[in-house]
């Protein structure tokens, strides 16, 4: 058997990974990981409003 | 007051470091590719649920010795957020399934256990919103809560463990051992640090709502 022929869909998931050009997935990493860092951001916003509404809750 | 500000500011700063430190710094693991990175969110949460059922669980036991109901409102908190924790294990892992199974969903051990649980904590949820009288929901949702906690140890460290399972073999298995690189292992701590103080945050916002509307309750 050829080992380079993917034997499942996993496999040719990761064959496929592995065989992206390093620009490719330098430029997919920034872009997922700006997208992560943007949902931190967001999820840290909305936090503190929370944070600022229970406490006017508490105190009324 | 500015102490606080500046921890909850330093949080962000943290998530944001283990972020870059996720892509950046710590290697991809052999065979895993991308889908390592899924880790550093997927086990943080898996063991915040664990940690979050668990204090279910004691301040249930509390409420049930000493019948205040502060303690029943830490019960229902650390319920809901472990539930949460719970849902967004369930996700990270499917996309997990995606990339390395070809599929979202396998049905596998710790597919299924996990699925029982959300379901178990899902009905604790439903019972306290089935009840309006605060004393019997209070004793009812705790005597649940202490008897849904037995079934977690089963669920996620027993029945895996004894059927075959797709699962990569957990951080701390069987044998005790860590078999993480070094610096994946730094990301991963750093992440569970910062998780536990995003829940740790998320609980004293409940608890204030909480306790303001259980001053309310006791006013009228």
């Given at each position: 058997m050829n080992d380079s022929i993917p034997q499942s869909l996993a496999d040719s998931v990761n064959v496929g990974l592995a065989h992206r050009a390093l620009s490719d997935r330098v430029q997919a990493d920034y872009i997922v990981m700006a997208v992560a860092m943007l949902v931190w951001v967001g999820v840290f916003l909305y936090l503190m409003r929370l944070d600022k509404i229970s406490k006017e809750i508490a105190k009324s | 007051m500015m102490t606080k500000t500046i921890l909850k500011f330093g949080l962000l700063i943290w998530m944001l470091v283990m972020t870059v430190a996720a892509f950046l710094y710590a290697p991809l693991a052999e065979k895993l590719f991308e889908l390592t990175r899924v880790i550093y969110w997927h086990i943080p949460m898996s063991w915040i649920t664990v940690a979050a059922f668990g204090l279910s669980a004691y301040w249930s036991l509390m409420y049930l010795r000493r019948h205040d109901l502060v303690d029943d409102a830490k019960a229902a908190i650390w319920a809901e957020l472990g539930l949460i924790a719970c849902v967004l294990a369930t996700v990270s892992g499917s996309i997990f399934a995606k990339g390395?199974?070809?599929?979202?969903?396998?049905?596998d051990p710790r597919e299924t256990s996990i699925f029982l649980l959300l379901l178990i904590y899902a009905a604790y949820v439903t019972l306290r919103t089935a009840i309006d009288d605060d004393e019997r929901r209070a004793s009812l949702s705790a005597t649940y809560a202490v008897v849904a906690v037995a079934t977690v140890p089963f669920l996620i460290f027993i029945v895996p463990r004894i059927y075959f399972s797709l699962?990569?073999?957990?951080?701390?298995?069987s044998k005790g051992r860590q078999f993480m690189e070094y610096r994946m292992r730094v990301v991963l701590y750093s992440s569970l640090l910062g998780f536990m103080a995003i829940f740790w945050w998320l609980y004293r916002i409940h608890l204030r709502l909480a306790l303001a509307r259980l001053a309310q309750g006791r006013a009228r």
């Open positions: - | 390395m199974w070809g599929s979202y969903w396998n049905w699962h990569p073999d957990p951080l701390i298995n």
